[in-house]
């Protein structure tokens, strides 16, 4: 059964940075994409940031381009969206999703897994 544990979220002044990490396990194979979906209040879900772990390809919704980055510990599997220059909308639940479709990684359709998510909130 594949979890997904996120980790990281939480309160932050308009400005500041914050580091939401995911811990996969349960997959049979070392080739997915994964990454992180946001959801604000009263607004669909939106992919943020996504990476292939067969090459590290990634790819960013625009309005996080230049502020986030995602990144993989390879040798742990754990996934980090480090986010920089936060702005109020950016307040959102984080979830952390994995497909085994490896194409997948650039983050505009839904995952098969997820993680509970993570809420992230920044005050202005």
């Known amino acids: 059964e594949v979890q997904l544990v996120e980790s990281g979220g939480g309160l932050m002044q308009a400005g500041g940075s914050l580091r939401l990490s995911c811990k996969p396990s349960g997959f049979t194979s070392d080739v997915y994409a994964i990454g992180w979906f946001r959801q604000a209040p009263g607004k669909e879900r939106e992919g943020v940031s996504c990476i292939s772990t067969s090459d590290g390809s990634t790819s960013y919704a625009d309005s996080v381009k230049g502020r986030f980055t995602i990144s993989r510990d390879n040798a742990k599997g754990t996934v980090y969206l480090q986010m920089n220059s936060l702005k109020a909308e950016d307040t959102a639940v984080y979830y952390c999703?994995?497909?085994?479709?490896?194409?997948?990684?650039?983050?505009?359709?839904?995952?098969?897994?997820w993680g509970k998510g993570t809420l992230v909130t920044v005050s202005s």
């Open positions: 999703a994995a497909d085994p479709q490896i194409w997948r990684y650039i983050c505009s359709y839904p995952m098969t897994y």
